[in-house]
Nanobody, 126 residues
Framework: VQLVESGGGSVQAGGSLRLSCVISGYTYSQFMQYCMGWFRQAPGKERELVAR??????GYADSVKGRFTISRDTAKNTLYLQMNTLKPEDTAVYYCATESDYCTITGGTWRGARYWGQGTQVTVSS
């Protein structure tokens, strides 16, 4: 399984970006069913889960609810993260990840990410 992200960049506060992650190695049904999501890591901070998507639902960190939307295009084997109303605190390296199964949820969060992309930088200036 390979993941390749794109779409990062620099934007002013209040702006928007859309991240893309092409995932190869899954069949159509696997892409539809398996868990996938986006994490981010800011300098000096721990990596945090931003959003995840399963066959049944989506989940978001409280800090991005109402501003970010996760989605997937099965025709393109691509996972997206639409980020609106960006804030300086959204600045981080963003990683897409997937688990070759349904979401493993432990302690209320997804902990089963096994395959990772290389990361893409998002910088939001005030």
């Amino acid at each position: 399984v390979q993941l390749v992200e794109s779409g990062g960049g620099s934007v002013q506060a209040g702006g928007s970006l859309r991240l893309s992650c092409v995932i190869s190695g899954y069949t159509y049904s696997q892409f539809m069913q398996y868990c996938m999501g986006w994490f981010r890591q800011a300098p000096g901070k721990e990596r945090e889960l931003v959003a995840r998507a399963s066959a049944l639902d989506t989940g978001y960190a409280d800090s991005v609810k109402g501003r970010f939307t996760i989605s997937r295009d099965t025709a393109k084997n691509t996972l997206y993260l639409q980020m609106n109303t960006l804030k300086p605190e959204d600045t981080a390296v963003y990683y897409c990840a997937t688990e070759s199964d349904y979401c493993t949820i432990t302690g209320g969060t997804w902990r089963g990410a096994r395959y990772w992309g290389q990361g893409t930088q998002v910088t939001v200036s005030s």
